[in-house]
């Protein structure tokens, strides 16, 4: 009988989380018309509001020094770099007219926080 390797606590948490997240977009998205009606859904909405709290708890837990500045960057350069894979596995037709317009968005968004940062970055002379 062969041995079975344990998979390692990361891999099985991130993926975890991100299902989570997967989850609660989804569950959103499906709400009834009178859900809907009462609590609200725009397009992209789930996305946004779940990017945002995501963004509040990585920043929280840094600011406890919970997690370290190398694990935000390890994360932040492994999504895109898995998105990039993904558009280009995909293209338009296969991620259809919505999830492209998402992804477009979020792209942007991204270029604009990458060039916010960069700014800072290269007006201060003791980080360059």
């Excluded at 609590?39 to 990585?58: C, D, K, N, W, Y």
């Excluded at 932040?76 to 558009?87: E, G, H, M, T």
Aim: hydrophobic share 40%; glycine share 6%.
């Amino acid at each position: 009988m062969g041995s079975k390797q344990k998979p390692t606590a990361f891999p099985d948490g991130f993926i975890k989380a991100l299902r989570a997240l997967d989850n609660q977009i989804l569950r959103e998205m499906q709400r009834t018309p009178e859900e809907i009606e009462r609590l609200g859904v725009r397009r992209f909405e789930p996305q946004r509001t779940r990017m945002e709290s995501t963004t509040a708890i990585l920043m929280e837990a840094f600011g406890r020094n919970d997690i370290e500045l190398d694990s935000i960057l390890v994360c932040s350069q492994a999504l895109v770099k898995a998105l990039y894979f993904i558009i280009e596995d995909l293209e338009r037709e296969g991620l259809g007219k919505v999830r492209s317009e998402y992804c477009q968005g979020a792209l942007d968004s991204l270029s604009e926080d990458v060039r916010k940062a960069l700014q800072i970055l290269q007006r201060d002379p003791h980080l360059t």
